[in-house]
């Protein structure tokens, strides 16, 4: 059954739907446990929102309760795999800044620094003053700030490469999943537009694309996020020594209802390259890849509202992903409840990035039958009524 693992899983062959960061890393650890993996992916690796984020590696951002203190986990996992060399020079650790434009929005981060620091994040109080002598420029309306030291940054597309180059598992592209192989309530293989392909196993980690052959019917949802690039100030050199998200990006994270009346929520995110990334936007129910004028426009105005040296930056590039959420705001990790040999991993949204490579590892473990190195047990696509999975 599902609970023990595939039978002989080191030496099973594990076929993964999806090529992002936790499809990548997933098939990484699988590998390092003796399994043979094809990776298919419908179009190319990082293709999706994996290839679309801004990359934060952030526990300073996330939510209270359990994806507060997965994204711990999760950050320590990069900084493990940073110094074991797998992630080296693709990890940076730096700090994340919280700041407040008014007292409402500085009661909220209040109350966001006690729940990081509770959850074990050391997290730094700073006045308005304060903030604007580490971030030269910023707006001297911010009334203060936290600062998160030990948060970081990866892009999703380089850490994809990485893992599935070191993975050296076998990835075919193009290869859209159109159905599941099923004999006597197993999974045996899949269907796909590049041929039939049978496994021991089989993860789906393609986001929305997980929705039909995983059957989770309405159980995953959309959510599109707009972001701007900037052109650089000086080669190589980051504007600032880490990312600024408003209380307004807390308060989306926290309650989905504010996030539904105010989809902007800045996050000002200073580039190696010198440039600034801006974004975002949180557009339930949307997975169009098109940006609008109204909401690059709220963006930026938002940005230059708390950092105004921005007004000497030119936009060159605006672009939008979609985020793959799930109906309870908590991702879906597990064994599908009712087709044996086949896993989920989905519904990460903006958190994918954070959490990418820990829940390929978690999800490796259920594969291969281990016991978990962190309960995820609240993640388990069965606290959904799903279908066959067919």
């Known amino acids: 059954m599902n609970a023990g693992g595939v039978p002989g899983a080191a030496s099973s062959h594990v076929l993964i739907v999806g090529a992002g960061i936790v499809g990548a890393s997933a ?19 990082a293709a999706g929102a994996s290839g679309a984020s801004d990359g934060l590696v952030s526990v300073g951002s996330k939510k209270p309760g359990f994806l507060m203190n997965i994204a711990r986990n999760a950050r320590d996992l990069y900084v493990e795999l940073t110094a074991d060399g797998l992630l080296a020079g693709l990890f940076q650790q730096r700090p994340t800044f919280l700041f407040a434009r008014n007292e409402d929005e500085a009661a909220l981060m209040a109350l966001h620094g006690q729940d990081l ?8 109080s700073l006045t308005g003053p304060e903030f604007v002598r580490c971030i030269p420029g910023a707006s001297p309306g911010i009334v203060g700030a936290l600062a998160v030291p030990e948060d970081g940054h990866a892009l999703g597309y380089q850490i994809v490469d990485r893992m599935l180059k070191r993975s050296g598992a076998q990835v075919v592209r193009q290869a859209a ?9 197993r999974v045996t293989g ?7 392909f049978s496994g021991d196993a089989v993860l789906i980690a393609a986001g929305l694309g997980s929705t039909a052959l995983a059957g989770l019917g309405e159980i ?4 599109k996020g707009q972001i701007i690039i900037t052109d650089r100030a000086a080669d190589g050199v980051p504007a600032f020594a880490g990312p600024l998200m408003s209380a307004a990006y807390l308060a989306a994270k926290r309650n989905v209802d504010a996030s539904r009346r105010h989809p902007v929520s800045l996050v000002i995110d200073p580039l190696n390259t010198g440039q600034l990334l801006i974004g975002g936007t949180r557009e339930e129910g949307l997975g169009d890849r098109e940006t609008t004028v109204q909401h690059v426009s709220t963006i930026l105005r938002e940005a230059l509202d708390a950092y105004p040296p921005l007004e000497r930056r ?18 879906i990790v597990g064994w599908h409840p009712a087709v044996d040999g086949l896993a989920i991993a989905t519904g990460f949204e903006g958190d994918g990035i954070c959490l990418g490579p820990l829940m390929g590892k978690l999800a490796a473990e259920i594969v291969l039958g281990l016991p978990g190195s962190l309960d995820i ?3 388990a696509p069965g606290r959904f009524t799903t279908g066959e999975g067919r």
């Open 27 to 45: 098939a990484y650890f699988l590998r390092q446990a003796g399994c043979a993996v094809t990776v298919l992916d419908a179009s190319t690796p």
């Open 177 to 185: 999943v159109r159905r599941l192989s099923v004999q006597q309530g």
């Open 377 to 379: 047990a609240a993640l």
């Open 117 to 124: 620091a509770s959850a074990g994040v050391r997290v730094e």
């Open 314 to 331: 030119r936009v060159i590039r605006t672009f939008s992903g979609v985020r793959t959420a799930s109906v309870d705001g908590l991702p």
């Open 220 to 223: 995953l949802v959309p959510r």
């Open 190 to 196: 899949v269907e796909t537009d590049a041929g039939t």
